[in-house]
């Protein structure tokens, strides 16, 4: 079991962590196909605290690693750009036709390329030492919760579905932005 407390592990505890987070966001992804949306939102949050812990373990117990930094983003792009995206697709735009599916099919793209671009960015300044006390751009986790927060407001009738849409645009963009955001 000492490979759990060794940072040059692949299966060290914080890594193990955030594998139980890319577990819940592939359940997750399934319940979404299967629209359970409710169990779909439970495990994406239990994905979040999982991001949250994997964090502290790995620099309480000094097991941050590359291996782990990848992984990280992985399960991040999964559970707070994937998840999210495919939920408001499935419950948001289901019964969307032809032509506006193509429209509603691009701003869920362009999101996922936000996300996307932005984890890159991270692992990279990461990589070069250039992570600051601040995010640069919105972090996926909170544009994961501002998505939710959209996908509340259309359930409740507040956002129309083309609102969501352009909330979706508006979020997708400030993840890439230059907003400066606190750094826990």
């Not at 992984?71 to 948001?92: G, K, N, Q, R």
Request: aromatic share 14%; with cysteine; charged share 10%.
């Amino acid at each position: 079991m000492h490979f759990l407390w060794r940072s040059e592990s692949h299966f060290n505890l914080a890594n193990l962590v955030t594998m139980l987070n890319i577990s819940a966001g592939l359940i997750a992804v399934y319940m979404i196909t299967q629209h359970h949306f409710d169990l779909a939102i439970i495990l994406a949050w239990f994905g979040g605290i999982c991001d949250i812990i994997d964090g502290k373990i790995a620099r309480r117990y000094k097991l941050s690693n590359p291996f782990g930094i990848q992984l990280d983003s992985f399960a991040d792009f999964l559970s707070f750009v994937l998840v999210p995206t495919f939920l408001i697709f499935e419950s948001v735009y289901r019964h969307v036709e032809f032509p506006a599916l193509i429209i509603t099919a691009g701003v869920s793209i362009y999101y996922v390329i936000s996300g996307l671009r932005r984890l890159i960015a991270f692992n990279l300044d990461s990589i070069s030492g250039e992570v600051a006390r601040y995010f640069i751009g919105v972090p996926t986790p909170l544009g994961a919760i501002l998505l939710w927060l959209v996908y509340l407001g259309f359930i409740y009738g507040l956002i129309p579905e083309a609102g969501v849409m352009g909330l979706m645009v508006a979020i997708g963009y400030l993840l890439n932005s230059k907003i400066k955001i606190p750094h826990p």
